[in-house]
């Protein structure tokens, strides 16, 4: 991986969610359990967009760089898990973005629907208007 690269920091995250399940207790013998573990992990890391063919790049230079580690392999379930993972991790960022507080209605929904602010004039009888 070159640090200069523009996909250097998304890469790194990728690698730290499959080290951090080969670390872990992950049970190596059963594919779904070590790629539930890397979903969590990614989803940890849910500000960057996961792309499952870059994950399974990353992955498989994973594996190979480590050959004596019983690393499940990518089979079609483990496609499924990325892009599962991915699509979480997407939905969680489009979560965040709709609250942000700098959204269109100012971040809070109290007030008047127009937006306006009373003033004290609105307070008084219609007489003393």
């Given amino acids: 991986m070159d640090p200069n690269s523009p996909d ?3 890469d790194s995250a990728i690698v730290a969610a499959v080290l ?3 670390n ?4 190596f013998t059963k594919s779904s359990a070590f790629w539930q573990q890397v979903a969590s992990n990614l ?3 849910s500000n960057l967009s996961w792309g ?3 994950i399974e790049t990353v992955y498989k230079g994973i594996r190979a760089r480590n050959p004596l580690v019983d690393l499940p392999s990518t ?3 483990v496609r499924k898990a990325v892009r599962q993972a991915a699509r979480r991790a997407e ?3 489009a979560k965040d973005k709709r609250r942000s507080p700098g959204s269109s209605n100012g971040g809070s929904r109290k007030g008047s629907p127009t937006g306006g602010k009373k003033t004290d004039e609105q307070n008084l009888p219609i007489r003393e208007r």
């Fill in 8 to 10: 250097y920091e998304r």
């Fill in 20 to 22: 951090q399940a080969i």
């Fill in 24 to 27: 872990s207790s992950a049970e």
């Fill in 43 to 45: 989803q940890a890391n």
């Fill in 52 to 54: 499952t063919s870059r």
């Fill in 75 to 77: 089979d079609s379930f």
């Fill in 91 to 93: 939905a969680a960022v």
